[in-house]
């Protein structure tokens, strides 16, 4: 199983910019998703990538401001996240795929390990 550790959360105000970063042995051939949980509300969907990092999918709650990539060579998936809001406040997980040499994944189900995620707070 690929263990993973995220990285990068912290304190922005609205508008700014914040790096998450997810770290792990292993996973070079999973495509890798980022999913949000803010409190009282269901885990999302934020976006996800292929296992070479030709293919990406971000929601369109995020679409044009986060931006997923990977540098396979050091075992780490980013997500750069522009043009904070108040609303992107939640905690962060990085999940790996379940199965490898996949594409661009969107459901948890689809996921088979998860990291133990990282708060990113947004201020107005």
């Known amino acids: 199983q690929v263990q993973l550790v995220e990285s990068g959360g912290g304190l922005v105000q609205a508008g700014g910019s914040l790096r998450l970063s997810c770290a792990a042995s292993g996973f070079s051939r999973y495509a890798v998703g980022w999913f949000r949980q803010a409190p009282g509300k269901e885990r999302e969907f934020v976006a996800s990538?292929?296992?070479?990092?030709?293919?990406?999918y971000c929601a369109d709650s995020v679409k044009g401001r986060f931006t997923i990539s990977r540098d396979n060579a050091k075992n780490t998936v980013y997500l750069q996240m522009n043009s904070l809001k108040p609303e992107d406040t939640a905690v962060y997980y990085c999940?790996?795929?379940?199965?490898?040499?996949?594409?661009?994944?969107?459901?948890?189900?689809?996921?088979?390990?998860w990291g133990q995620g990282t708060q990113v707070s947004v201020s107005s």
């Open positions: 999940a790996a795929d379940r199965n490898p040499w996949g594409s661009t994944p969107r459901r948890a189900s689809d996921f088979g390990s």
């Open positions: 990538i292929s296992w070479r990092g030709g293919n990406t």
